[in-house]
């Protein structure tokens, strides 16, 4: 299968591949993140936004939310989800904006897409370079130090064409700024079964590192991977969300 082709090829599946994440909830913790942090402003923008579900839940907290992603058939799909919305095909590691952002965000770990330190250190400047003075930008990330490589996180999911079941998993091998997210999904229906794997090279970081990169750009709060409580991060968890107010 070739890279990325489960957001491409599958990508009408990829809203059931994600269909054990509250996605509200996730959303209305960065809310509370930007009046707590942020300059309370609505301009939000969603960078690898995918079918646009978060961008959803912005705009109907009264946010004017827009997004961007390097792949159009998931575009497509956010589009109908937000048909008020303004969707961009662009690489979130070299994106512009037409009108500085009072809140730019990365879910899902997709941080990492930027698959090498210098794209995350593109990523981190394009995020710096579309904000507003005192604007947030927030992801959630993981500490390559801290994976471990055989956990793995199942579900299943109904579908029309039949019963499907999607696990995932990342794998770091030890060394070096690279490290994989593997995922496979099965469809048993009436035609047989089916399997896709697939793999995909993501950067690797540790959390100092990642800081690292941030401080020229950014005020970082670090907080624990919790989006019903905001508490700061622990120090041990392996990931962590960063709430990085634009300096």
Not at 162 to 182: C, M, N, R, T, V
Request: hydrophobic share 40%; glycine share 8%.
């Amino acid at each position: 299968m070739p890279a990325n082709a489960l957001y491409t090829d599958l990508s009408g599946y990829y809203d059931l591949m994600c269909a054990d994440i509250d996605y509200q909830a996730q959303s209305q913790c960065v809310q509370r993140l930007q009046q707590l942090f942020g300059n309370a402003g609505k301009r939000h923008l969603d960078i690898a936004c995918g079918t646009g579900p978060h961008v959803r839940y912005f705009l109907d907290g009264g946010f004017h939310s827009s997004g961007l992603d390097i792949n159009q058939p998931m575009l497509d799909q956010a589009l109908l989800r937000c048909p008020e919305a303004h969707f961009s095909l662009q690489d979130m590691c070299g994106f512009s904006v037409s009108q500085p952002q009072d809140l730019i965000t990365c879910f899902l770990y997709s941080i990492h897409y930027s698959a090498s330190i210098e794209r995350l250190k593109d990523c981190i400047a394009s995020a710096h370079a579309a904000l507003v003075e005192g604007g947030l930008f927030c992801f959630n990330a993981v500490d390559k130090q801290q994976i471990d490589n055989g956990a793995w996180v199942s579900h299943n999911a109904g579908h029309a064409d039949g019963l499907l079941s999607f696990s995932s998993g990342w794998h770091y091998p030890g060394e070096g700024a690279q490290q994989l997210l593997k995922l496979r999904v099965e469809r048993r229906g009436a035609d047989g079964r089916q399997v896709w794997k697939d793999e995909h090279p993501m950067v690797a970081v540790s959390f100092s590192e990642l800081l690292a990169l941030l401080a020229p750009y950014f005020a970082v709060q670090m907080l624990e991977h919790d989006y019903d409580r905001i508490l700061p991060w622990d120090g041990a968890s392996g990931n962590a969300l960063f709430a990085c107010v634009e300096i």
